[in-house]
């Protein structure tokens, strides 16, 4: 699957200034709210060593790595869900991405406005997750509209689709978000189909600018901890925009002088990887190595499908060996040799690091 993720917050949080550390995309930042009209986006190649050391050892004509697209998405204010600052549009990109990377604004500084007049990043925090939650309702109370329109035409024990939507709705109105244990298929792709915002697995990012004081920033990583949960990720955009400039010979410099361990860009990738709870493999065939991303526990034939839809329906089996396995033995004809090529077929789960060539029917 190729990943969006969404860079969401209140105006001049440094929205922007993470997409240029994540994605070198160049958007503008400014001092003012929605200095960011039109989504910026940028596209990155996903870094993986795997996929070097396989072009080392299979030596094809093509490598194509997986690729990550960041939309950084104008600044939610509140009243968004009704259309206030650039809402409805903001929202309507936000349902476009898989991740939700949620910006607050940690840093206190008199040149950069904000829209509260003080720094308090649970507030803020609360701000955008109550207009996600209001959106969310109102798209579900349209939704039950058309419903119960069409329910009209169905006998009284046929209604169950309005009844679970009425379920969603009296979740959000809670600000609650909805529980899908025990949820049927049918009822899955519901919740698909509806797109809630709220519902969408989000990373909190509180960006300390470049010179906040450990404690004052500890005491706000506790706050948004104990409010939201899950630990918040901790990076200066700023800084981390810097690294994104230099060579690579002075950014790994910078980086030892600041006690950064590795760049945002990379570590936002696994963050978000597991969030989704996505695995990584690899074809080979016709001189072209390519990585994909899918769900874990996607089946061989699902996979396949995914480069192309002839591959599904024409599915016979596939050619399976390990990057460990390659890495250990050097060559494929090693790894056959050692008995690690297999062949599975139609039932055969994809593992992360596979590497497969798929043989199907025309």
């Keep these: ?81 009704r259309g206030e600052g650039l809402g409805n549009k903001f929202l309507h990109h936000i349902r476009e991405a898989d991740v939700l990377v949620h910006v607050l604004r940690c840093f206190d500084d008199s040149d950069i406005s904000h829209v509260f007049e003080g720094v308090d990043p649970v507030r803020d925090f609360q701000t955008v997750e109550t207009e996600l939650f209001l959106s969310d309702l109102d798209r579900v109370s349209k939704w039950i509209s058309k419903e119960r329109e069409r329910a009209k035409a169905v006998k009284k024990g046929e209604r169950k689709e309005l009844e679970f939507l009425e379920m969603i709705r009296g979740s959000l109105s809670e600000e609650e978000r909805v529980d899908q244990a025990g949820m049927n298929e049918h009822q899955l792709e519901t919740m698909s189909e509806l797109g809630l915002l709220t519902q969408k697995p989000m990373i909190l990012v509180l960006n300390s600018g470049e010179s906040e004081e450990a404690d004052c920033l500890e005491g706000q990583v506790s706050k948004v901890r104990d409010h939201h949960g899950h630990e918040p990720v901790v990076i200066s955009a700023r800084v981390e925009e810097e690294l994104t400039e230099l060579p690579e010979s002075e950014r ?100 992360d690091g596979d590497v497969i060539q798929y043989l199907f029917k025309n």
């Design 252 to 351: 790994e410099e910078y980086m030892r002088e600041l006690g950064i361990e590795d760049e945002a860009r990379n570590s936002f990738i696994e963050r978000c990887h597991s969030l989704l709870g996505l695995v990584r493999y690899y074809t080979a065939a016709n001189g072209k190595l390519q990585a994909w991303s899918i769900l874990e526990g996607t089946k061989a034939p699902d996979a396949a499908g995914m480069i192309h839809s002839d591959m599904k329906d024409g599915f016979i089996r596939a050619k399976v060996m390990s990057y460990v396995d390659l890495d250990n033995h050097g060559s494929e004809s090693e790894v056959q040799h050692h008995g690690h090529l297999r062949t599975e077929g139609h039932d055969y789960t994809i593992k």
């Design 1 to 81: 699957m190729a990943l969006t993720i969404g860079i969401i917050g209140l105006p001049n949080v440094g929205k922007s200034t993470l997409l240029n550390a994540l994605a070198s995309a160049g958007a503008e930042a400014s001092n003012y709210p929605f200095c960011t009209i039109e989504c910026n986006k940028g596209v990155v190649a996903v870094p993986d060593e795997r996929l070097g050391r396989l072009a080392e050892i299979l030596c094809p004509d093509k490598v194509i790595p997986s690729h990550i697209t960041y939309v950084d998405i104008a600044g939610l204010v509140e009243g968004a869900s």
